[in-house]
Each structure stands twice: as C-alpha cells, then as structure tokens.
C-alpha cells in the first residue's frame, strides 16, 4: 500500500537528499543496516542483534516496496535511513496499548541508521528532524518510536530533539513529537 505523503524539504544539511526507498535500493538499505547492527554490537548493546543472525523483524524489503523507507543520500550513496510506518506494527501495538490503532494519526519511526562515515555530520539529528517537519502525510500529526530504556545515549538524543517520553512498556521507552509542516 502506498502513503499519501509529500517531502516539503528535499534536502537535509545541504548535502543529503531525501527519498522514497526503490526497490533499487533495497540492497543498499540492507547494507547500511548491517553496518550500523555491527557497529551497535561492537559499542556493547545488543539492539539489532537479531539483523545479524538474519532475522528482520522489520521486513525491510517489504517495506521499501509498501513506500515505508526513505534513504538520505549524497550523491548515489545512501548515507541515511528510516522507516515511516503510516500503520502501528504489531510491536507498536504492544509497545503503545490501545493508542495504537489505524485511525491514531501517528506515524511509527523504526530502524534510523546512519553510515559511520557520516556519524559526526548531525545526520542523525536531521533524520529525526526530518521525520517530524519535512515531509507530510495525509492525517498524521504525531510521529511516535521506541528505544530501549537502559540505552541512556538515546533517551537523552530524543529528549534532546523535542521528543516527549511517554512510559516505559517491557524494558523500552517511549517517545512522541507533534508534526510540524513547512511550507511546500
């Protein structure tokens, strides 16, 4: 199912662009993800394990083809990452209770990945941001995610960014940010 959307900002930091995922793109979309779960892995934290064992909770590939994936890329790399779910996943539902349901005006923010080469440039930041001011769906005003509770680095990186904890359900936190819309 394709989403009623428009990108009101193509660019982020100048340098990135901002695209619907193709199916082009699947295998470079997997491969940042892989990157970025071995990186989690060598900093400790076990979030995206299962990536590396070949399991993909997130259906990615599916997901590019539902129009769920937008990449940032600079030039033809994809440097960044984030899956915009216009339908609460059978996780959020679990994660948000009875909040989550078709009609919730939410979107669901999963899987944010970053090349490391790009890991200082504040593209992360501009992702998250992005996520919530520079592109707008049809019914939505509020983007919603989850982390781990214990990963203090990112709680503290979406408080930083306006997001608003929420609670805590089986050991993750979750957050909401009001959509805010710019002029096209």
Not at 21 to 35: G, H, K, R, Y
Not at 47 to 71: C, P, Y
Request: charged fraction near 20%; proline fraction near 1%.
């Amino acid at each position: 199912m394709k989403h009623s959307f428009s990108i009101t900002s193509d660019y982020i930091n100048d340098e990135f662009k901002a695209l619907q995922a193709q199916p082009e793109d699947t295998e470079n979309v997997m491969s940042l993800l892989m990157e970025t779960a071995e990186w989690l892995r060598s900093q400790g934290s076990s979030q995206w394990n299962a990536l590396l064992k070949g399991e993909d909770s997130h259906h990615t590939a599916e997901a590019i083809q539902r129009g769920d994936v937008f990449v940032f890329k600079k030039g033809s790399d994809v440097a960044g990452m984030v899956i915009l779910m216009s339908m609460p996943s059978a996780w959020d539902v679990h994660l948000w209770g009875s909040k989550a349901h078709a009609g919730d005006g939410a979107l669901y923010l999963h899987r944010l990945a970053i090349r490391r080469k790009y890991a200082q440039s504040g593209l992360g930041r501009a992702i998250l941001q992005w996520s919530s001011s520079g592109i707008q769906f049809e019914d939505k005003h509020i983007v919603r995610l989850d982390c781990g509770a214990d990963n203090a680095t990112l709680n503290a990186f979406y408080t930083r960014n306006g997001y608003t904890f929420v609670g805590e359900t089986d050991g993750f936190s979750t957050y909401e940010k009001a959509v805010t819309h710019r002029s096209v």
